[in-house]
């Protein structure tokens, strides 16, 4: 029998959080994005999402997403163990929308799965997500700290999550839903208008991090990871989470506004 269609989402930390000192979820966007991902007719998902104010400050500050100094970082284990903690306490406030908007989440940490190598994904075993799937369930997972076998510890994003699901799965497309309305190409008059089609010479041009405190490589580490994914095969969209009812339409197949990675032949 051939399975239902299969769409990734990646809920940016941008959106579903509040850029503040203080790890703040925005409750209402959130609650609108669960039940735009649990409405009637929607396609069999993975959801991952991201950590925003729960989780980039504290990996700034305690350095984790660089290799640690040759004599050894005292603070690196507690500071990854606050971090750890914090992006837990999004994630429950997450997948807790996710049931009350009458889905069906499980939480599949990858701290559990997933190792790092020097601040790289180094493998992820993607068994857990496929068991949870064919037993009907949405796998729920987060951007993490993880095991580094060569710092220790480090950041995993959900971007590059994604992106190793991708290609284990080959999900009809993997959307990003973020703050903004897509990639912004460089400034014609003055205005940067949105990337429609995202390109390699255009991720090129995007420099790595702008606005809040962001260890996993901001907008232009998004691009890249939806041109890999492009590469494999599977389109892959960068939309707005505040436009409403555009997750919705964007998981059902429909056409929507933002940038987009189309998929190589396969
Ligand atoms: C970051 O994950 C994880 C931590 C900082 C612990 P992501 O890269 O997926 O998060 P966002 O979407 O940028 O917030």
Not at 120 to 137: E, H, I, Q, V
Request: some cysteine.
């Amino acid at each position: 029998m051939e399975e239902a269609p299969l769409v990734i989402v990646k809920l940016g930390g941008s959106v579903i959080t509040r850029k503040s000192d203080e790890a703040r979820t925005r409750a209402k966007v959130l609650r609108r994005l669960a039940e735009e991902l649990c409405g009637p007719g929607a396609p069999r998902l993975i959801v991952l999402h991201g950590a925003g104010s729960f989780g980039h400050p504290g990996a700034v500050r305690w350095h984790l997403a660089e290799a640690p100094p040759p004599q050894g970082d005292p603070h690196r284990t507690r500071g990854a163990a606050i971090v750890s903690a914090e992006v837990r306490r999004l994630h429950g406030e997450v997948v807790k929308e996710l049931v009350d908007a009458g889905g069906r989440p499980v939480s599949v940490p990858v701290a559990g799965v997933a190792t790092n190598r020097a601040g790289k994904l180094g493998g992820l075993d993607t068994g857990p997500f496929r068991r949870w799937l064919s037993a009907g369930f949405t796998p729920v997972s987060f951007g993490d700290v993880v095991l580094d076998d060569r710092w220790g510890c480090s950041i995993l994003s959900a971007d590059t999550i994604a992106l190793e699901l991708a290609r284990a799965f080959h999900p009809e497309r993997v959307l990003f839903v973020s703050d903004v309305m897509g990639v912004l190409g460089p400034p014609i008059r003055g205005k940067r208008p949105v990337v429609a089609e995202l390109s390699p010479e255009v991720v090129n041009s995007l420099s790595p991090t702008v606005g809040a405190p962001d260890v996993t490589g901001g907008i232009r580490g998004k691009a890249e990871a939806m041109l890999a994914i492009a590469g494999i095969g599977t389109l892959a969209g960068l939309i707005s989470g505040l436009s409403d009812g555009a997750l919705s339409r964007a998981i059902r197949g429909e056409a929507v506004y933002g940038s987009w990675a189309k998929a190589a032949a396969r």
